[in-house]
């Protein structure tokens, strides 16, 4: 486990009832309960437009928000915003370049009224054109904005609309490594661009002040890539939302459609992340996914990630918890090396005896797998070589191989991406691809019957980005990263599957999630301390999948006794490292304080 490193649609459907943020902090109303007659309205005044709804008001200037109002308190949310360069609509291309589509460079603006409740602005730009929708909902009171660009300059990335001049004393909750409240200004997420899902685990951002906030969500089910960014190089205190274009993007022109919603709200941040967990539940039927989740799920209260094949390590547990309370996850247990030679599973003969003694005690054993990893040099390669995950800036090969105990990038030669075993040379096949799925679930299906298992994981199911080759069989990789993690749920009598990360693509079918703590992997980030402390994924997604702790988790020093603890703040099992059966049998406070918790 030490050699790892990992490689870091806008439409809305009004439901009969509905959420309104104006009536009660956790309201669920009728819209036939709106006052009678009522309809928000948005109006262009001396070039500006002014928004009006049940629960808002708002007033946009060539694409700025200049301000942005709680209706019921009165209450303020920004403050100097940019006007004086209004860059609020960008086109990005590779290298985080930005271009501003506004006036600059002899350029104009024009905000047009289309009706009651609709206006746009249109940006006639030196390097670029643009426009920016303005709508209200009358059902939710949200203001819905929809930005759009183009240049004739190829390789567009994504089109950026920014909102500036956000109260420094707001604290931003968002789905980053499990949930986060932090200042704007704070170095851990200062000047940072969040790529959905794998990063921005779910489409939406939460700004609290002490008794209500505003909050911003896209209610998109077309799995478009989209992005969230955090302040700038020279500002903290702006927003970047980012509707990125599907790779290739070598000769591509425009970019947007994502409806981005804003609204107000009373109380603290779960209200908002709750609206938006019932909006997410019905967009995917997900009641009916929970309710197909296994009983003993439920059941489990400790975990051990990267756990020793030794079947004394099962004994010493045994004495101090409950077997069928207890997750293992079982990396070590095939006959090739950790990370090589997949999509090959075959069980070594100590796995075989540790796996059946394991079940046979009722402990829950996920062996590891691979949902879209495998080793080049493997016969599969040549079936599916055609479908390889590459960067949709720098179209090189993603995975990663290994070196001197450090990560060097995929051979882009095609004789030592195949002869370099040694190396753990691993690439990352489309999940989208049929084919791929049918090997892998035909691989994981023999392994289940042989070993009996009821549980499996499968790793990197986080890394499902924006790539080059981003359209597989009319999907991209979220979409069909979904679609594998069903198939392989449905397998045999059905398997509970475990994977890497957590977000609101993965969550719909995964039972378990291993999860990692903010930007500390291997080793810890400095201020790590202040990611903890808010669980809004857990909140998300906690009635479909449990989430357990990654690495460093053995207690042995206060960094580790931190990372235990923020997972535990994150709504995680309680979950242990260890090498040896003697640090259950002995285990040091921390170790002892998991179990008990387990226990408790």
Same mark, same amino acid.
């Given at each position: 486990?030490?050699?790892?490193?990992?490689?870091?649609?806008?439409?809305?459907?009004?439901?009969?009832?509905?959420?309104?943020?104006?009536?009660? #902090?956790?309201?669920?109303?009728?819209?036939?309960?709106?006052?009678?007659?009522?309809?928000?309205?948005?109006?262009?005044?001396?070039?500006?437009? @002014?928004?009006?709804?049940? !629960?808002?008001?708002?007033? =946009?200037?060539?694409?700025?928000?200049?301000?942005?109002?709680?209706?019921?308190?009165?209450?303020?949310?920004?403050?100097?915003?940019?006007?004086?360069?209004?860059?609020?609509?960008?086109?990005?291309?590779?290298?985080?370049?930005?271009?501003?589509?506004?006036?600059?460079?002899?350029?104009?603006?024009?905000?047009?009224?289309?009706?009651?409740?609709?206006?746009?602005?249109?940006?006639?730009?030196?390097?670029?054109?643009?426009?920016?929708?303005?709508?209200?909902?009358?059902?939710?009171?949200?203001?819905?904005?929809?930005?759009?660009?183009?240049?004739?300059?190829?390789?567009?990335?994504?089109?950026?609309?920014?909102?500036?001049?956000?109260?420094?004393?707001?604290?931003?909750?968002?789905?980053?490594?499990?949930? =986060?409240?932090?200042? &704007?200004?704070?170095?851990?997420?200062?000047?940072?661009?969040?790529?959905?899902? *794998?990063?921005?685990?779910?489409?939406?951002?939460?700004?609290?002040?002490?008794?209500?906030?505003?909050?911003?969500?896209?209610?998109?089910?077309?799995?478009?890539?989209?992005?969230?960014?955090?302040?700038?190089?020279?500002?903290?205190?702006?927003?970047?939302?980012?509707?990125?274009?599907?790779?290739?993007?070598?000769?591509?022109?425009?970019?947007?459609?994502?409806?981005?919603?804003?609204?107000?709200?009373?109380?603290?941040?779960? @209200?908002?992340?709750?609206?938006?967990?019932?909006?997410?539940?019905?967009?995917?039927?997900?009641?009916?996914?929970?309710?197909?989740?296994?009983?003993?799920?439920?059941?489990?209260?400790?975990?051990?990630?990267?756990?020793?094949?030794?079947?004394?390590?099962?004994?010493?547990?045994?004495?101090?918890?409950?077997?069928?309370?207890?997750?293992?996850?079982? *990396?070590?247990?095939?006959?090739?090396?950790?990370?090589?030679?997949?999509?090959?599973?075959?069980?070594?003969?100590?796995? +075989?005896?540790?796996?059946?003694?394991?079940?046979?005690?009722?402990?829950?054993? %996920?062996?590891?797998?691979?949902?879209?990893?495998?080793?080049?040099?493997?016969?599969?390669?040549?079936?599916?070589?055609?479908?390889?995950?590459?960067?949709?800036?720098?179209?090189?090969?993603?995975?990663?191989?290994?070196?001197?105990?450090?990560?060097?990038?995929?051979?882009?030669?095609?004789?030592?991406?195949?002869?370099?075993?040694? +190396?753990?040379? %691993?690439?990352?096949?489309?999940?989208?691809?049929?084919?791929?799925?049918?090997?892998?679930?035909?691989?994981?299906?023999?392994?289940?019957? #042989?070993?009996?298992?009821?549980?499996?994981? =499968?790793?990197?199911?986080?890394?499902?980005?924006?790539?080059?080759?981003?359209?597989?069989? !009319?999907?991209?990789?979220?979409?069909?990263?979904?679609?594998?993690?069903?198939?392989?749920?449905?397998?045999?009598?059905?398997?509970?599957?475990?994977?890497?990360?957590?977000?609101?693509?993965?969550?719909?079918?995964?039972?378990?999630?291993?999860?990692?703590?903010?930007?500390?992997?291997?080793?810890?980030?400095?201020?790590?301390?202040?990611?903890?402390?808010?669980?809004?994924?857990?909140?998300?997604?906690? +009635?479909?999948?449990?989430?357990?702790?990654?690495?460093?988790?053995?207690?042995?020093?206060?960094?580790?006794?931190?990372? &235990?603890?923020?997972?535990?703040?994150?709504?995680?099992?309680?979950?242990?490292?260890?090498?040896?059966?003697?640090?259950?049998?002995?285990?040091?406070?921390?170790?002892?304080?998991?179990?008990?918790?387990?226990?408790?």
């Amino acid at each position: 486990m030490e050699r790892r490193n990992f490689i870091k649609t806008a439409g809305y459907s009004a439901a009969a009832t509905v959420i309104s943020p104006a009536l009660g #902090e956790n309201a669920i109303i009728d819209s036939s309960l709106l006052p009678a007659g009522y309809r928000g309205t948005v109006k262009v005044t001396d070039n500006k437009i @002014v928004i009006d709804t049940i !629960s808002l008001s708002a007033t =946009i200037e060539k694409g700025v928000i200049t301000s942005l109002k709680d209706k019921p308190s009165g209450e303020e949310f920004i403050e100097k915003p940019d006007t004086a360069n209004f860059r609020a609509l960008q086109l990005l291309y590779r290298n985080n370049e930005l271009i501003n589509i506004n006036e600059e460079k002899f350029g104009s603006t024009e905000t047009r009224q289309l009706s009651e409740q609709r206006a746009e602005v249109r940006f006639n730009s030196w390097d670029g054109d643009g426009v920016l929708n303005v709508s209200v909902d009358d059902i939710t009171g949200d203001l819905v904005i929809e930005p759009s660009a183009y240049s004739s300059r190829p390789g567009v990335f994504a089109c950026r609309w920014n909102i500036s001049g956000i109260k420094p004393s707001l604290d931003l909750v968002a789905p980053f490594f499990q949930g =986060i409240k932090l200042k &704007m200004d704070d170095p851990l997420i200062k000047n940072s661009r969040w790529r959905w899902p *794998s990063d921005w685990e779910a489409g939406l951002a939460i700004f609290q002040s002490k008794e209500r906030g505003f909050w911003i969500h896209t209610e998109d089910t077309q799995y478009r890539f989209k992005a969230l960014q955090t302040g700038t190089s020279t500002d903290p205190f702006v927003m970047g939302l980012d509707s990125e274009a599907f790779g290739p993007i070598d000769d591509n022109l425009s970019a947007g459609g994502i409806c981005w919603r804003i609204n107000t709200f009373k109380g603290d941040w779960k @209200v908002p992340a709750e609206k938006y967990r019932q909006w997410y539940w019905k967009a995917y039927n997900l009641e009916a996914e929970e309710q197909q989740r296994q009983k003993w799920i439920r059941d489990v209260k400790f975990a051990v990630s990267w756990c020793p094949g030794n079947t004394d390590v099962l004994d010493a547990l045994a004495k101090k918890i409950d077997p069928g309370k207890v997750l293992l996850h079982f *990396s070590n247990w095939r006959t090739d090396g950790y990370d090589e030679n997949y999509p090959d599973y075959f069980a070594s003969e100590s796995a +075989k005896m540790f796996l059946k003694k394991g079940r046979e005690m009722g402990f829950h054993i %996920m062996p590891h797998f691979n949902s879209i990893d495998m080793d080049p040099s493997n016969p599969v390669y040549e079936r599916v070589r055609d479908f390889p995950y590459r960067s949709v800036e720098t179209k090189q090969l993603q995975g990663w191989s290994w070196y001197n105990s450090r990560v060097i990038g995929v051979p882009e030669s095609n004789t030592n991406r195949m002869g370099n075993r040694d +190396k753990k040379v %691993m690439v990352k096949i489309h999940p989208a691809l049929s084919m791929w799925r049918s090997i892998l679930g035909e691989r994981i299906l023999n392994a289940s019957k #042989e070993l009996s298992l009821n549980t499996i994981f =499968i790793d990197v199911t986080l890394c499902i980005w924006n790539i080059h080759n981003s359209i597989v069989e !009319s999907m991209p990789p979220t979409e069909g990263m979904n679609k594998l993690i069903r198939h392989i749920s449905e397998l045999g009598n059905g398997l509970a599957v475990g994977g890497e990360g957590l977000n609101e693509i993965t969550a719909q079918r995964l039972s378990f999630a291993q999860v990692h703590l903010y930007r500390s992997w291997q080793t810890s980030t400095e201020g790590l301390d202040r990611a903890g402390g808010c669980n809004l994924n857990e909140l998300l997604f906690g +009635k479909l999948c449990r989430t357990f702790g990654y690495s460093g988790l053995s207690g042995r020093n206060k960094d580790e006794e931190l990372r &235990m603890q923020v997972h535990l703040d994150h709504g995680a099992i309680p979950t242990v490292t260890i090498r040896s059966a003697e640090e259950i049998t002995n285990p040091n406070a921390a170790v002892k304080r998991m179990l008990e918790l387990g226990n408790g």
